[in-house]
């Protein structure tokens, strides 16, 4: 995992991110010479049209991370890259038109476009084909030592064994007889000098997952081989790394406490935070105008009852406050006056609301809460009262979540499917508390531009 901007990417995420966009810029400098070449032109260097080159590259590479293109079930199957990518061309084809038109000074020919597309779409293909048939992901695992043999490690044997893991285990060390969960784990006594035993079978990292660390802790081992420039990682540490989510079954407070992060309340994040709900909010508003009277109209015209849905939420501090969303159920949906949760193929939810949700439509009147201050665009999702009681009884620091504005979409959004039940409210809040911990803008703005392809796969609706 490399770090960028406090965010963990997969090295080989990174690695082949870097060669695609350099094969977009490839694909546009390509195009504008054939037709240069075509015109009878005289050939110009390539810093003549350099901003239309980076424009192109940009524009078409936030397209395709935004469809879902860098997700590891692309990489596995290249009927899913193919259709992703022809949708992310078509997509981009839109906003390049768009840019082009608002800003005249950066223009280009249409057969310019079409031939660098055409270049984009093989080229990324083969790219891809090469990149997971020749290089291969597996010589971009990390290869870790783990200490400890018990139930922790198990958890660490487990998620090796998935696919796409980006580490795997060269050997477990038994570091006491009462950890024996693991079949063929060496006893700590055998291998003598950890930091040789690691530089001799190209370990590059330490994980300590010991059931008890009170009085087994080999700290004068660790010591050396952080000073020989190994890696030396806690379980929670190491499984945040590789998960994008804060573990709770190997969390405890001292962790919370001690660890990086948790910055999302300074002062300087604050208002930069704001001022971009304020401008974004605000230009949304602009351009779902029609959208909005749209579906306004629809809803009106097909289901008896209130266009817009209020609802008390949670939100920052444990302040509630009124969420406003289109009506997508019946109006008796809660006849009873009791929460329930959403359900798969909810019987509650009206025609219009069917196709609302799936396109999230249904969430654009909270720019009306973004702008007033009650939410922000990123955020973990705001809960009801009467599941926030519930679940912080039976959820350690579930509360912890509502430090920060809950948003409209966040990290656990496009990371976990709808939350429907208590064990899905507990894995969300995994993937809140990452956020919380590693907030950054550039964060944020991952986020916003992944949560379209949450919309166009409909990832989660429900």
């Known amino acids: 995992m490399i770090r960028v901007f406090r965010h963990y990417v997969p090295l080989p995420l990174l690695v082949l991110g870097i060669i695609e966009f350099a094969a977009l810029i490839l694909a546009a400098v390509l195009a504008w ?22 424009t192109y590259a940009i524009v078409t590479y936030v397209v395709m991370l935004a469809v879902g293109l860098y997700q590891s079930q692309c990489y596995r199957s290249v009927r899913i890259t193919a259709l992703r990518l022809a949708v992310a061309l078509a997509i981009d084809f839109v906003a390049l038109s768009v840019i082009f038109f608002t800003f005249p000074g950066i223009t ?41 043999a018990g139930q922790r490690a198990r958890r ?42 690691m530089e001799m079978h190209n370990v590059e990292d ?6 008890e660390r009170r009085g087994s802790l080999p700290v004068s081992d660790l010591l050396h081989v952080r000073m020989s420039g190994f890696g030396v990682y806690d379980l929670s540490a190491f499984i945040e790394q590789q998960t994008g989510r804060v573990d709770l079954d190997s969390l405890n407070p001292s962790w919370l406490i ?11 994040a604050l208002v930069a935070k704001r001022l971009f709900d304020i401008l974004a909010s605000s230009l949304l508003l602009l351009l779902t105008a029609p959208i909005l009277l749209i579906t306004a109209v629809a809803i009106r015209l097909t289901s008896p ?43 509650r939810v009206t025609t219009i609301g069917k196709i609302i949700r799936s396109s999230r439509i249904d969430e654009i009147p909270q720019i009306f809460n973004v702008l007033r201050g009650d939410m922000s665009f990123v955020g973990p999702r705001p809960e009801r009262p009467f599941f926030v ?6 959820i350690p620091f579930y509360n912890e979540r509502h430090i920060v504005k809950p948003g409209i979409t966040g990290w656990a959004q496009l990371n976990y499917p709808y939350g429907a039940s208590e064990e899905d409210a507990r894995h969300k809040l995994e993937f809140d508390l990452y956020y919380i911990k590693n907030y950054t803008i550039f964060l944020d703005l991952l986020i916003l531009i992944q ?12």
């Not at 998935?162 to 060390?173: D, K, M, N």
């Not at 001690?258 to 300087?268: A, E, I, L, V």
């Open 206 to 211: 330490v994980v300590v997952a010991l059931q």
């Open 33 to 54: 010479y054939g037709r240069l070449w075509q015109a009878g032109l005289p050939i110009e260097t390539a810093f003549s049209f350099l901003p239309e080159v980076l």
């Open 305 to 347: 009852g209130p266009i817009f849905y209020r609802q008390v939420r949670v939100g920052q501090f444990g302040e509630p406050f009124e969420v406003l969303k289109f009506r997508s159920m019946r109006v008796d949906a809660e006849k009873d006056g009791r929460p329930q949760w959403a359900q798969k193929g909810d019987p």
């Open 108 to 148: 280009t020919w249409r057969s310019v476009f079409v031939v660098a597309a055409l270049l984009t779409y093989f080229s990324i293909l083969t790219l891809r084909w090469i990149f997971s048939r020749l290089v291969g992901w597996h010589r971009f695992r990390r290869r870790v030592l783990v200490l400890g």
């Open 156 to 197: 660490l044997q487990t998620m090796a064994g998935a696919p796409g893991a980006g580490f795997e285990v060269f050997r477990y060390v038994q570091m006491a007889p009462s950890e024996d969960d693991i079949e063929g784990a060496v006893p700590r006594e055998s291998i003598g000098s950890l930091s040789s035993y």
């Open 389 to 394: 009681d519930e679940l912080a009884k039976k």
């Open 258 to 268: 001690f660890s990086d992060g948790f910055r999302s309340s300074r002062r300087t």
């Open 451 to 462: 949560t379209v392809r949450v919309v166009l796969w409909q990832d989660g609706v429900r």
